[in-house]
């Protein structure tokens, strides 16, 4: 971003107070842009502090959801859509479509907004209630089709997605499960940004994995600025596929793989680099919402569902570590966006998870 004079925010407090600085010592003024896209990215890491007790590595958690479109796609979103600009794939009065569980739709449908395209956007019926309002507040026309269909079925999302941007005059698609630019994205972003804020500290990078983009693009910077020495952890729903699950239904949305039940044909989507990441750890869905849970009301940290998946993997990583290791592990989005799903009594009495219900004091000890 460039500053809207040209000149530091703090030199034009303290010459307006004669030499004495209107911004307190401690707090860091920064962030002048010229448009929302622009505000993408820098986003703080924050220390874990009580659900780490007893661990004597330090557990850092980098909050996406302090993007300006609300998660860690909005850096994979502009990536695409400056790669499409840049190709001519995507021209002054397009339409950008995409297939997505919510945040990318929302990412995508904002910058679009901002630069005067379109943006059609086919989400699975399982997504929640509020990821589509929003999308819908953006601007998007939004396509809700059934997330269960195998992938060679003509209502499964990215086919419908596929037809729709061929259909479309200037439609464009941005296919984050095999654009490049979106795991260029955290490789040129997310990654030196972990990399700047632990002062090359960093031991271990965690995240959960969608498409693979977070998880390979940052993982293989990290690897390559540290020779190697940065271990790369994917956390992953229990029964998703990355991590050898049989594929079978979880509830945490946007992270994970789908075997396709009628072809038992696996591909891996090619945002997803195996060789950057060297292990995947399973989580499970009460273990996530659990882990979910605690972050709230022992860290005041609200977020969704996959940063549940990712940091109780991330505390399972940072358990046998010594104090000199620094465990970075990314939390995509709010749990503003799942306030009904996650953090709602009676939609985690319905599905058996009754332990978290509110009141009820969260286990000791259990992560
Ligand atoms: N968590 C959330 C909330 C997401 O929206 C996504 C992206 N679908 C992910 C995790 C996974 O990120 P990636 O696609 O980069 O693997």
């Known amino acids: 971003g460039h500053g809207m004079s040209g000149e530091a925010p703090e030199a034009a407090a303290e010459r307006n107070h004669g030499g004495a600085p209107l911004v307190p010592s401690g707090h860091s003024v920064s962030g002048v842009y010229e448009s929302i896209a622009d505000a993408i990215g ?27 479109l609300g998660s860690v796609k909005d850096r994979a979103a502009l990536s695409m859509i400056e790669a499409a600009e840049r190709s001519g794939e995507l021209r002054p009065g397009g339409t950008v479509v995409e297939a997505t569980s919510g945040n ?4 995508l449908a904002a910058i679009a907004a901002a630069r005067g395209y379109r943006s059609v956007v086919v989400v699975p019926d399982k997504s929640s209630a509020e990821k589509i ?39 464009w698609l941005a296919g984050q499960y095999d ?28 995240a959960g994995v969608g498409t693979g983009g977070t998880v390979s693009g940052a993982g293989a910077f990290l690897k390559a600025v540290s020779q190697d020495a940065v271990r790369v952890i994917g956390a992953d729903p229990e029964t998703s596929a990355y991590g050898g699950g049989d594929g079978r239904a979880w509830y945490v949305e946007s992270v994970g793989h789908h075997l396709h039940p009628e072809t038992e044909v ?88 009754p332990l978290f219900r509110a009141g009820s004091e969260p286990a000791v000890g259990a992560v």
Do not use: C
């Open 133 to 171: 309002a929003l999308l819908r507040a953006y601007g998007a026309e939004v396509h809700i089709s059934p997330g269960s269909r195998p992938s060679h079925h003509p209502e499964f999302v990215r086919n419908v997605a596929r037809r729709l941007a061929a259909e479309i005059p200037g439609g």
């Open 104 to 107: 990318t739709g929302i990412a």
């Open 266 to 353: 696996d591909e891996w989507p090619s945002s997803y680099h195996r060789d950057v990441v060297d292990r995947i750890e399973r989580v499970g869905d009460a273990e996530a919402l659990r882990v979910l849970q605690r972050l709230a009301r022992e860290e005041g940290m609200l977020l969704g569902g996959s940063s549940g998946t990712a940091i109780a993997a991330a505390l399972r990583v940072a358990r046998p570590l010594g104090p000199e290791s620094v465990v970075v592990v990314i939390a995509p989005d709010s749990g503003r966006s799942y306030l009904s799903k996650y953090f709602d009594d009676d939609w985690l009495g319905r599905l058996g998870f």
């Open 179 to 206: 654009n490049p630019a979106n795991p260029a994205a955290h490789r040129a972003t997310t990654g030196p940004e972990i990399w700047v804020q632990t002062a090359g500290a960093v031991t271990h990078y965690v």
């Open 42 to 68: 820098n986003t703080p890491l924050v220390r874990l502090n009580r659900v780490t007790e007893g661990l004597a590595a330090t557990v850092y958690v980098k909050l996406e959801y302090l993007n300006p």
